[in-house]
């Protein structure tokens, strides 16, 4: 018999990063290759749950043919495949590294360069993240925080602001954990403080561990 504590449970996961389009050959994107949240993405599946992928650009594959994955583009595109998601979803990961800013302009013939400098105006993007914990009624919602600098006040800080239930934190600056590579270091920090420290280990075994500590706090919330 296997041990499916996540039998029942509808989990939507957004992995990866976002591609803001400048002209038809240029765009602005991050690092982000979506290893984190496919690897949470497949061991949900392994726990038994029913799981949709919202995912950005990546050559990245997921182990289990039975996700549903959603390839999205833009910060614009994956905020709405989220939200058509969510409203029938149980518990809610956001380890896309969305892009905070897009260009005001699109071109949709190729920018020629001239002599001078170029200024490319950005524009703000919508908080996806944000928009969730505002929306929220019965998800378990799970935010992660990309940082180079005291990141534990940082995600703190972003845990109240997003009304999340609880945050994964990485130091993006430290070797071995954040964007790209196949390991991680992160903390994962529940709303009610409690936090759990989790050295340098594989994606895929960080990812276990995350469950573990989620399928507590929401037995302790009773969801
Ligand atoms: O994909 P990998 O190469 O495996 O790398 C993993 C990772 C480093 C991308 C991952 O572990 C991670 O930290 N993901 C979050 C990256 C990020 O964008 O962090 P942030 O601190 O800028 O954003 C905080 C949270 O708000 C994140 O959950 C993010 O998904 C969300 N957000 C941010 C901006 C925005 N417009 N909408 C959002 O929903």
Do not use: C
């Amino acid at each position: 018999q296997k041990d499916e504590p996540l039998k029942g449970k509808k989990v939507l996961i957004s992995a990866g990063p976002t591609r803001e389009v400048l002209d038809p050959v240029r765009f602005f994107s991050n690092r982000s290759s979506g290893k984190m949240g496919f690897a949470l993405a497949d061991a949900a599946a392994e726990l038994g749950a029913e799981v949709t992928v919202v995912a950005g650009p990546t050559d990245v594959q997921l182990e289990y043919a039975r996700i549903k994955r959603v390839d999205v583009v833009s910060a614009e595109d994956m905020y709405t495949a989220i939200h058509e998601e969510f409203p029938h979803s149980d518990i809610v990961i956001k380890a896309a590294a969305v892009a905070d800013y897009r260009p005001k302009q699109t071109f949709t013939e190729k920018m020629k360069k001239t002599g001078s400098d170029l200024l490319v105006e950005m524009e703000r993007t919508k908080d996806i993240l944000k928009s969730l914990g505002e929306e929220k009624s019965n998800q378990f919602l799970v935010g992660f925080a990309a940082e180079t600098q005291t990141p534990l006040e940082y995600g703190k800080g972003k845990l109240e602001k997003k009304k999340l239930d609880a945050i994964v934190i990485n130091n993006v600056a430290v070797d071995g954990a954040g964007f790209a590579g196949d390991t991680n270091i992160v903390t994962y920090l529940n709303k009610s403080l409690q936090q759990e420290n989790l050295p340098l280990a594989s994606k895929k075994d960080i990812a276990k561990k995350l469950w573990e500590f989620i399928i507590r706090d929401m037995k302790d919330e009773n969801k």
